[in-house]
């Protein structure tokens, strides 16, 4: 009897017990969490720093190499003023009516690159500040300092500036020849002018020569990601040398549609090469062989004794050329310039605009199907002509060559660089900006060819003219 009174003592006291501890649960459930304070026990752990080394090994960081390189790469702002124009032109009661203003502010955003602190120079892309009418550069520390433009070349997309030569930082420059396929690489800009920014990669390949719509080639692929407002900033080795100017990005949607990992930069040797020509006389002087060419196919390589269609066939050589002092022929076959193959026509055009002028090249050349090594001086090719000297019915005209842009979407012929009001050739119909594609004074690809043409003035002349998308021909009289 006592034991069993004991038992339901028991029972009893152990469900008071459990009854109290479930109301416990339920009103610690039911408190707000912030009114019960964590025990220190509960406390969150810190958060550990990255190790400074691993089982005796530093960890890699690019952080010491960028503190050197940041503050060399800026971010460049541009103006221009664009005229707006109306339905209505001129009309300046209209214009006073709707407020309309004759011009408005076009402002874009890219990147540069501090070559030589002493002087204050920068290099850029060209396309960056061309047709700018104001241009300003912003400091990594935040100064924004006025540029003045010293020169460009188009065709290679380089553009040197300068800025006050204040408290400033540049980036040794390295020899671009020694890179090689798989070197590690960083990109440095000022993408979509979010800021500063820094990316990295590898170089996927050299001698880029095939980029649609650029002009002299010889590009640096890297997937390093280079977006719209990289272009003109540096591409670095892991020293913090510079070993290229980003210029540009493909993708098959667009620029905007953002980076694949095709990324281009101009090699740094090319970009400074160009920088001291500019500095000299603010322009670049190119040479020539002063040969016209065509591709070599297969019809012509069997016709050559040719193992392969491979090279540049030599269709005419002008008087007093380069080409003609080395002793080149039509029919000669240039398969290699300075031990660089050449693919194709392009390539050797291409060859050729990454030459200074007087520069010695030494051809590997097949005729007959025998080998042949002629060496030569390139002569500098003119930068325009004046159409008088040509022909008295192209008084007031200039012409030039074609920009290599151009030429690499299929065109070929000379540009009509200005026409003077009234002249005889505006009386002709011919207009700044056309682009010549053949006359009657004789076939042509390049300045070289149409003042050629002209050793002998034709009877009539009548001039092909390419304006806009249209196409037709003027007489000259």
């Known amino acids: ?257 953002g980076n694949i990992g095709l990324g281009f930069a101009i090699p740094s040797n090319l970009a400074s090469n160009i920088k001291d020509q500019l500095l000299v006389g603010g322009v670049v002087r190119r040479g020539t062989l002063g040969i016209d060419t065509q591709d070599v196919d297969a019809r012509i390589a069997a016709a050559l004794g040719l193992a392969q269609p491979r090279g540049a066939v030599v269709t005419r050589v002008y008087p007093g050329s380069a080409g003609a002092a080395a002793g080149l022929k039509p029919g000669d076959v240039i398969l290699a310039a300075n031990g660089e193959p050449i693919a194709d026509a392009e390539a050797l055009r291409n060859f050729q605009g990454l030459q200074p002028a007087n520069a010695r090249v030494a051809l590997d050349v097949r005729r007959d199907g025998q080998p042949l090594l002629l060496t030569t001086g390139l002569r500098e090719v003119p930068k325009a002509l004046a159409g008088a000297q040509l022909d008295a019915r192209l008084a007031g005209a200039s012409f030039a060559d074609l920009p290599e842009s151009l030429r690499r979407q299929g065109l070929a012929g000379v540009l009509v660089e200005q026409v003077e009001r009234d002249s005889r050739a505006a009386r002709s119909g011919l207009r700044k900006g056309d682009v010549v594609l053949a006359a009657s004074s004789g076939d042509f690809t390049d300045l070289g060819g149409f003042r050629a043409g002209f050793a002998a003035p034709p009877p009539q002349l009548v001039l092909r003219v390419l304006r806009g998308r249209s196409s037709g021909q003027l007489q000259m009289r």
Request: proline share 7%.
């Open 1 to 257: 009897m006592k034991t069993a009174t004991r038992t339901l003592l028991a029972l009893t006291a152990a469900a008071a017990f459990g009854g109290f501890a479930a109301t416990g649960m339920q009103l610690m459930l039911q408190r707000p969490a912030a009114a019960e304070p964590a025990p220190a026990a509960a406390a969150a752990p810190a958060i550990a720093a990255l190790p400074a080394a691993v089982n005796g090994t530093p960890m890699p960081s690019l952080a010491p190499m960028l503190k050197r390189v940041l503050p060399a790469v800026v971010s460049v702002n541009t103006k221009q003023r664009v005229r707006v124009n109306t339905p209505f032109g001129d009309d300046p009661v209209f214009r006073r009516m709707f407020g309309i203003p004759q011009e408005r502010i076009a402002q874009s955003l890219g990147s540069g690159v501090i070559v030589d602190a002493a002087r204050g120079l920068v290099l850029t892309n060209n396309h960056v500040v061309e047709d700018a009418d104001e241009v300003s550069v912003t400091l990594a520390d935040g100064r924004t300092l006025k540029a003045e433009f010293v020169g460009n070349d188009a065709d290679t997309d380089i553009a040197l500036m300068r800025i006050p030569a204040q408290e400033l930082t540049a980036i040794p420059v390295a020899n671009s020849d020694r890179l090689q396929i798989g070197d590690f690489v960083v990109a440095v800009g000022n993408p979509f002018g979010v800021g500063q920014t820094v990316t990295s990669g590898i170089v996927s390949a050299i001698g880029r020569n095939n980029l649609p719509g650029a002009g002299f080639q010889n590009f640096i692929q890297t997937d390093a990601s280079i977006n719209p407002g990289n272009s003109g900033g540096a591409l670095v080795n892991l020293n913090g040398e510079l070993v290229g100017i980003n210029t540009a990005s493909f993708n098959p949607r667009g620029s905007m549609a």
